[in-house]
């Protein structure tokens, strides 16, 4: 992936990776509720740390993703008690939540390997063609 | 967080938030965003970043702010429906406080029956081998001691029809009923072992006593001002002690001091407008009788604007 293509500059390549992490957005915020109960800044956080800086999801994407979640019943959101600093708007996976969550990895890991196979059939005809 | 930079997000938030229309759920997308926007901000600030720069530069990395508003403002429109509302003010099951509030009351019911058993079968004098005559004192003290702990806990806890009260008084309510029933419990226990009856009234008596008078005072002691409602009213129409706050309604009828003193300042002017008009009247001509008429209205009005709608003196 990190390979330089003539023609193709790292912005572009950059631009496909963010393009596909922003593609899992839902699922991608689902597995950080799994392990617990989050706020915005956290589930921020801990996709930015996951990435490693290179790629991001823009916080605006994830407001409307939490939305949408909150709407489906996928997620439920509850205040925070904190008393300075103002009330911290927690979000927390439902049953509903957590079986697309597991519907959602399933069908990932069957298009990943389609794709690994198209791919590898590919570079095979290359290398051979 | 320092205060230029809480200052600029507000700010920040306020324009972006300018066109949006004021609903709740806007207000709580707006909550929300300030929260995350303080934990970004304080972040940057750590890592040396100037306050201002630091809300400026958090508020930037949220995104397409503009277009992701308006898909908010559009979604958001139809928030009013019932189901949004008790979305809204529903309050979460803590399964903590059930497991709690289930099982000391249990505990406190069983105490309180073996405590009762056991003073019934021991003997006047113990022997040898018997159970402990402190051990149904100490049940009772059990009984006593859920009862009040379930108390204070439950005060402490918002539910759907109750705003929690603050821990202190809590505490005083658990502990003063708590002190209640350890009395009542005593004086049941009067006939048994190992106190003789006299002082098991006398500390019954105590209980009991010191019991009410928490009770009393701490009810009579009770207000409104811990209650979010009250408090954002106080908000809204005062800054806090020592600056200026602001009232409803008419003055006369919050202050009937004001309203008498305001019946006789009209009182007076008017004697003193009639007899001065009557006098002019008299030794100068009928047609400047009027004159003092005059004069007593405008005074009049200027004397409402000054006492009705005036700061009260005391609270500038």
């Known amino acids: 992936m990190c390979d330089t293509v003539p023609g193709v500059s790292e912005t572009t390549s950059d631009t496909f990776a963010s393009d596909l992490l922003r593609g899992h957005t839902d699922t991608i915020v689902l597995a950080t509720l799994r392990r617990g109960d989050r706020y915005g800044f956290e589930i921020y956080k801990t996709i930015r ?10 916080e605006a994407t994830l407001y409307a993703t939490y939305r949408r979640l909150e709407k489906d019943g996928l997620v439920e959101a509850y205040w925070g008690d904190e008393t300075q600093g103002g009330r911290r708007k927690y979000y927390r996976i439902t049953d509903a939540g957590r079986a697309v969550f597991r519907r959602n990895v399933g069908a990932w890991r069957t298009t990943r390997d389609i794709i690994d196979t198209l791919l590898d059939t590919q570079d095979r005809t290359t290398e051979h063609g | 967080m320092t205060m230029t930079a809480n200052l600029t997000i507000h700010r920040l938030l306020d324009e972006a938030f300018a066109g949006a229309p004021s609903t709740h759920a806007m207000q709580d997308l707006k909550e929300e965003l300030r929260a995350n926007l303080v934990a970004r901000v304080e972040e940057l600030e750590n890592a040396g970043v100037g306050a201002a720069e630091a809300a400026r530069r ?9 277009s992701f508003l308006d898909e908010a403002v559009g979604d958001l ?5 019932p189901a949004d509302e008790w979305a809204r003010h529903r309050v979460r099951y803590r399964p903590a406080f059930v497991i709690r509030a289930t099982v000391f009351p249990i505990v406190g019911a069983l105490a309180l029956v073996a405590s009762m058993a056991l003073a019934a079968v021991a ?17 009772m003290g059990v009984f006593a001691f859920c009862i009040g702990f379930v108390t204070a806990d439950s005060l402490q806890q918002e539910t759907a029809s109750n705003y929690p009260m603050s821990r202190g008084r809590a505490n005083g309510m658990g502990i003063g009923l708590g002190v209640l029933l350890a009395g009542v419990g005593a004086i049941a226990l009067c006939w048994a072992a190992p106190f003789p ?31 979010p409602w009250a408090r954002e009213l106080e908000q809204t129409w005062g800054a806090g002690d020592g600056t200026a706050k602001r009232h409803t309604g008419n003055r006369f009828e919050r ?12 009182a007076v002017l008017w004697i ?5 008009g009557v006098l002019l009247g008299i030794f100068v001509g009928w047609w400047w009788s009027a004159l003092p008429v005059v004069g007593a209205i405008a005074t009049m009005l200027l004397l409402v604007t000054q006492m009705l709608f005036k700061p009260e003196r005391g609270e500038r």
């Open chain 1, 49 to 58: 740390e996951a990435a490693g800086g290179d790629h991001e999801i823009k």
């Open chain 2, 58 to 66: 958090a508020f930037a990395e949220v995104g397409d702010f503009q």
């Open chain 2, 77 to 81: 429109a139809g928030e009013a429906s």
């Open chain 2, 123 to 139: 003997p006047e004098v113990p022997g040898r081998g018997d159970v402990s005559p402190l051990l149904h004192v100490l049940l």
């Open chain 2, 197 to 227: 009856l006299w002082l098991w009234l006398v500390l019954g008596g105590v209980g009991v006593v010191v019991g009410i008078a928490i009770l009393a005072g701490l009810g009579a002691g009770m207000t409104n001002r811990r209650k």
């Open chain 2, 255 to 266: 202050d009937p001091a004001a309203a008498a003193r305001f019946g006789i300042y009209t």
């Open chain 2, 272 to 276: 003193l407008a009639v007899t001065v």
